[in-house]
């Protein structure tokens, strides 16, 4: 079928062929976390789609030639400098500079397969919000993780499930999908790998029309990673009770101490008390 034949096309409407069946008009923004990956860029860049709108490539301040060597391979690509530390703080970063409908997240060290994009992709057309990757679905799989990250991620994500009322496979994989609408549902505010694990509850707390697709981890090509799988999973821990507990506490907390001077204010102004040009 040809973008002219299918429903609802208009001729202003601008369709890119994503297969010989599939067009789709939304824009499509890919953000790439790299630090010091100029070796595994060609291969990574080698999977990416041609239909793709835009990748952002998020730097964390590299000192071989990454940027340069992305710059070649992708003509236009929009290259961030990462301000902070941490994979979450590059997420962030990148995502504020997409200018796309859908945002897709993938890793720049040859882990993950861009040819992958289209199952995220056409999930997200068909009617999800969030679309996140899975190891552990049928059809997925991974060649890096080991029997403790496995185990490790196993109760962490049973952990999530029993909280949330999820049904997650996977919890902490870093290859997701969600229209950029949802940004602000998702509220990242966190700078390390545990965002893997707050974007899927933030979305399911924010009621969000969750996806699963199967994904194939692959090892990574070159150089070590950062991931510390005690230390990252004591993290992604405090996240999910912080995100259980944390606004509870604080709430109660109020009860008993004074609130912030600014919170003061603002409740006064709201009151019609006084112009919000004044302070106490």
């Known amino acids: ?41 060609p291969k990574v860049f080698e999977t990416i789609p041609n239909w793709i709108s835009e990748v952002v490539l998020v730097d964390g301040r590299s000192a071989d030639d990454t940027v340069a060597v992305a710059r070649g391979l992708w003509p ?8 902070g530390t941490g994979k979450g703080d590059a997420l962030l970063a990148g995502f504020a500079a997409c200018s796309s409908d859908i945002i897709v997240a993938m890793d720049g060290d040859g882990s993950t397969d861009g040819n992958e994009i289209i199952h995220f992709v056409t999930a997200l057309i068909a009617g999800a919000d ?9 059809g997925g799989g991974s060649d890096d993780i080991t029997i403790g990250r496995r185990w490790g991620n196993c109760l962490l994500r049973n952990l999530v499930n029993w909280i949330y009322g999820t049904q997650y496979s996977d919890l902490c994989y870093g290859y997701n999908a969600f229209w950029s ?86 409740a006064i102004v709201d009151a019609g008390i006084a112009p919000q040009s004044e302070t106490l």
């Open 76 to 83: 236009g690509i929009k290259i961030v400098k990462q301000s």
């Open 130 to 138: 969030f679309v996140k990757g899975s190891r552990f679905a049928s």
């Open 181 to 266: 609408k949802h940004l602000g549902a998702l509220a990242i505010d966190c700078p390390g790998f545990e965002i893997e694990a707050l974007m899927g509850i933030r979305a399911a707390k924010a009621k969000l029309r969750i996806h699963e697709v199967p994904s194939h981890e692959r090892n990574r090509l070159y150089g070590s990673s950062n991931l510390r799988a005690v230390r990252d999973g004591l993290r992604i821990l405090k996240v999910i009770l912080r995100e259980k507990f944390g606004a509870r506490r604080q709430y109660l907390r109020g009860k008993l101490e004074a609130p912030p001077i600014h919170l003061l204010e603002s």
């Open 1 to 41: 079928m040809v973008a002219a034949n299918l429903p609802g096309y208009r001729a202003e409407n601008i369709y890119r062929l994503v297969s010989a069946n599939f067009a789709i008009a939304s824009s499509v923004s890919v953000v790439i976390p790299v630090r010091n990956e100029a070796r595994n860029l």
